[in-house]
C-alpha cells in the first residue's frame, strides 16, 4: 500500500526566514496531496494541496510543489511568523477510490523563533 | 457555514468497557472518514462512510467499528477497550466525490480518548 515519508521531523527557523518540508510518497497512482496544520489541541487544518496534474501552487506565504517523476512534494513557507509555529503533516490520497482515505507523514515540529 | 463537529471533546473509559464517538460533518457533506493519532503511529485511517456504506476501511481490528446515518452524521464505536486505544479520534468530512474531481478533505477537532 501507499507510504508516506516525512523530513525533517523538527525544524527551528528564525522569523522571517524560509521553511521547507519534504515528503515522498511511494504509490505512482496517488494523484492528490493536502498539507495539513495542527496545533495544540486541535483537529488538522488544511493549509494547502495539490493534484497530480498541477507542478506547483501557491497561497500567499505558502507554495507546494510536486515532482510526480521522483514521487516527491513539498511545503515551502516564506518570510515565516511565530503563528507558524505548529506541526506540519504531509498526506497522500491513493487508490483505488481515491476519496476520503489519506496515508499521512509522520509530521514536522516547526518552531519560528523570535 | 459550520464545520467538521465532533463529541465528546474528552472522556475517560475503563480498560473492556465499550466507547461511541460521534461527529457532524460540514453541511452539505456526504463523506465521513475516521482516523486514529497517537504519538508512536501518528495519524491512521480508520475507515469511510459514503451514502450509509462504508467505502474504504483501514487495517484495524473489528473492535473498531462505524455506521453512518441518513443525514451523514456519524459514530464510531470501540468496543473491548485497550489501553492502546488511548488516542485522539478525528473525524473528517468532505462532499463525497474523488479527489482528482476537487473533493477537499476537512477535520474535526476530534475526540480525545483516555483509556484507564
Known amino acids: 500500500g501507499e507510504n508516506v515519508e516525512q523530513h525533517p521531523s523538527t525544524l527551528s527557523v528564525q522569523e522571517g526566514d524560509s521553511a521547507v518540508i519534504k515528503c515522498t510518497y511511494s504509490?505512482?497512482?496517488?494523484?492528490?496531496f493536502p498539507w495539513y496544520k495542527q496545533e495544540l489541541g486541535k483537529g488538522p487544518q488544511l493549509i494547502i494541496d495539490i493534484r497530480s496534474n498541477v507542478g506547483e501552487k501557491k497561497d500567499q506565504r505558502i507554495a507546494v510543489t510536486l515532482n510526480k517523476t521522483a514521487k516527491h512534494f513539498s511545503l515551502h513557507i516564506t518570510e515565516t511568523q511565530p503563528e507558524d509555529s505548529a506541526v506540519y503533516f504531509c498526506a497522500a490520497s491513493p487508490p483505488p477510490g481515491n476519496t476520503g482515505k489519506l496515508i499521512f507523514g509522520q509530521g514536522t515540529t516547526l518552531q519560528v523563533k523570535p | 457555514k459550520a464545520g467538521v463537529t465532533q463529541t465528546p471533546r474528552y472522556l475517560i473509559k475503563t480498560r473492556g468497557q465499550q466507547v461511541t464517538l460521534s461527529c457532524s460533518p460540514i453541511?452539505?457533506?456526504?463523506?465521513v472518514s475516521w482516523y486514529q493519532q497517537t504519538p508512536g503511529q501518528g495519524l491512521q485511517f480508520l475507515f469511510e462512510?459514503?451514502?450509509?456504506?462504508?467505502?474504504n476501511k483501514g487495517n484495524f481490528p473489528g473492535r473498531f467499528s462505524g455506521r453512518q446515518f441518513s443525514n451523514s452524521r456519524s459514530e464510531m464505536n470501540v468496543s473491548t477497550l485497550e489501553l492502546g486505544d488511548s488516542a485522539l479520534y478525528l473525524c473528517?468530512?468532505?462532499?463525497?466525490?474523488?479527489?482528482?474531481?476537487?473533493?477537499?478533505?476537512?477535520f474535526g477537532e476530534g475526540s480525545w480518548l483516555t483509556v484507564v
Open positions: 504509490d505512482s497512482a496517488s494523484n492528490y
Open positions: 453541511s452539505g457533506h456526504r463523506s
Open positions: 473528517a468530512s468532505s462532499l463525497g466525490g474523488t479527489v482528482s474531481s476537487g473533493n477537499t478533505i476537512y
Open positions: 462512510y459514503f451514502s450509509e456504506t462504508q467505502r
